[in-house]
């Protein structure tokens, strides 16, 4: 089975913090995304990367950055964090460079801005 | 530009009733449609998806879903409904010549006992 992992389940950082958001994936799969979940607003991407050391901006990269490294591992940076960040944070990955396969998810990170 | 709706925030159906949770889109060319559940505190899960071929799809738990292209809709079916599929539901389309893909805003299902 495809599993996704995300570093932390609940996270509380103070306004101003940079915030580190990790992802792992044990599949080999090319294709790395993060989204934001906000109530009525559904998911909405804020980057991903298909390949190592390339990413590319989704709809929504003000404030964020994103590192991948290793092929497994995707980051999500907060720069310099604010109470608008308060949401819960997606990570998902995907097999090949086509839409024709399915997303895999991780349990999420609810992040809370103080 | 691609996109996708769910029209019903929140679906209530009685345990044993069949279910329907309604998604239309709009895409050019031929689409790819995913279906992705979520459980409370939890990520989402893949349920079902359309490429080519037959417009009925059948996928996870005991869903499918009907692919209608002169509607311009993928509705999620399950002929009877169970408590345990009380969920967010996501309706999602790729964008074509990119990896982005496009979720709808999500439709609760309250499948009450």
């Known amino acids: 089975d495809v599993k996704v992992t995300q570093s932390s389940r609940y996270l509380v950082k103070r306004t101003g913090e940079k915030v580190f958001l990790e992802c792992v994936q044990d599949?080999?799969?090319?294709?790395m995304f993060w989204y934001r979940q906000d109530p009525g607003l559904g998911l909405r991407l804020i980057y991903f990367?298909?390949?190592?050391?390339?990413?590319e901006k989704g709809d929504i990269p003000e404030g964020y950055s994103v590192s991948r490294e290793k092929k497994e591992r995707f980051s999500l940076i907060l720069e310099s964090a604010s109470t608008n960040q308060t949401s819960m944070y997606l990570c998902?990955?995907?097999?090949?460079?086509?839409?024709?396969?399915?997303?895999?998810f991780g349990p999420g990170t609810r992040l809370t801005v103080t | 530009a691609q996109s996708v709706a769910q029209p019903e925030d929140q679906v209530n159906v009685a345990e044993g009733n069949p279910l329907t949770v309604k998604c239309t889109y709009s895409?050019?060319?031929?689409?790819?449609l995913f279906w992705y559940v979520q459980y409370p505190n939890r990520g989402l899960q893949f349920l079902l998806k359309?490429?080519?071929?037959?417009?009925l799809v059948k996928g996870s738990y005991g869903f499918e879903a009907e692919f209608n292209k002169s509607q311009t809709s993928f509705h999620l079916k399950k002929p009877s409904a169970l408590v345990s599929d009380s969920a967010l539901y996501f309706c999602?389309?790729?964008?074509?010549?990119?990896?982005?893909?496009?979720f709808g805003t999500g439709t609760r299902l309250k499948v009450l006992a």
């Open positions: 998902a990955s995907s097999f090949l460079r086509t839409w024709a396969y399915e997303q895999y």
């Open positions: 599949m080999d799969h090319e294709n």
């Open positions: 990367s298909y390949d190592v050391k390339m990413k």
């Open positions: 895409v050019s060319g031929n689409p790819y």
């Open positions: 359309y490429i080519t071929g037959d417009n």
């Open positions: 999602a389309v790729p964008t074509s010549g990119t990896y982005k893909y496009i």
